[in-house]
């Protein structure tokens, strides 16, 4: 679906901000794509979404070299959710979506009020302005006015910002659905839990280059101190154990009246994101 090799891309003279990329996406994968500001995620997503041209390297969607491929019918196959809505604040979400669908094939839309319906957006807000909706709502339409579309690859920047956590769990469960379908999702996103529970891989970004790329589960296990934590009582004070996972398979290395519970001391996602990108989430 998506092949990128050795990537470069330079804003002017002495500018180079990616290096080299190098990485795929498969059909129906939802693919992570994560790093700090100014990392080069949102240069690499622009030059994959047609709107950055002038790079270096090869970049093929649907089979096809980009830089050739930036027609109709390439617009028309992929949805693009920015980080910030793009809507028209005077219009109503309807307006909004029947205005939008006019640059799409009939029979590629979806119903409209089918697609709101499976958002969870409030009726009574249906024909009042944009400009009247809070973050939650807008983000409701954008992702609305994306997937009425139909598209075979969706581009998702920060999907769940501004969504309480209710409307983050709808949204990462619409976006399940859209794989299910058959669509392929490249997710660019801070929030490592959405990263976490979505993403079939993912790739760290860190000034212009890809330093690390697998799933999160591998990547996981791969810096685990594979030792456990046990919270347990015993003579009716409160205890802490940490030990190692193999010694599990032998027996507790301790006297206990109770377990209160058991964590592996696996390393997360955030983890994950600090130690190969060597800066904090912001």
């Known amino acids: 679906m998506i092949d990128v090799k050795n990537l470069t891309f330079a804003y002017g003279k002495d500018k180079e901000v990616l290096h080299g990329l190098n990485f795929h996406v498969d059909e129906g994968e939802i693919f992570g794509f994560l790093g700090p500001n100014g990392s080069g995620k949102s240069t690499t997503q622009k030059i994959l979404t047609g709107i950055l041209k002038g790079y270096k390297g090869t970049v093929r969607l649907f089979g096809k070299e980009i830089c050739d491929f930036r027609s109709p019918t390439f617009f028309q196959q992929i949805g693009v959710l920015f980080e910030f809505p793009y809507l028209y604040n005077n219009l109503s979400v309807l307006d909004n979506l029947s205005y939008f669908a006019s640059f799409y094939p009939k ?14 957006f409030k009726k009574d807000f249906l024909k009042k302005p944009v400009s009247s909706y809070s973050k939650g709502m807008r983000q409701r339409a954008s992702m609305a006015r994306v997937l009425m579309s139909s598209p075979k690859l969706l581009f998702l920047d920060e999907p769940t910002s501004g969504l309480d956590p209710a409307g983050a769990v709808l949204f990462r469960k619409i976006i399940e659905e859209e794989k299910k379908r058959g669509t392929t999702v490249f ?25 690390a790329l697998d799933t999160p589960k591998n990547l ?41 519970s058991i964590h592996s001391k696996e390393p997360t996602l955030e983890d994950m994101f600090i130690k190969y990108t060597g800066r904090r989430l912001t």
């Open 107 to 120: 029979a590629q839309l979806r119903d409209p009020l089918e697609v709101l319906d499976s958002l969870q």
């Open 187 to 211: 997710l660019t996103t801070h929030n490592m839990v959405d990263a976490d529970l979505l993403c079939d891989r993912v790739a760290f970004i860190s000034n212009g280059d890809i330093v």
């Open 220 to 260: 996981k296990e791969r810096n685990s101190s594979h030792q456990v934590l046990i919270e347990y009582v015993y003579k009716g004070e409160r205890k802490t154990e940490i030990i190692e996972a193999d010694e599990l398979r032998k027996s507790m290395m301790f006297a206990q009246d109770e377990i209160i």
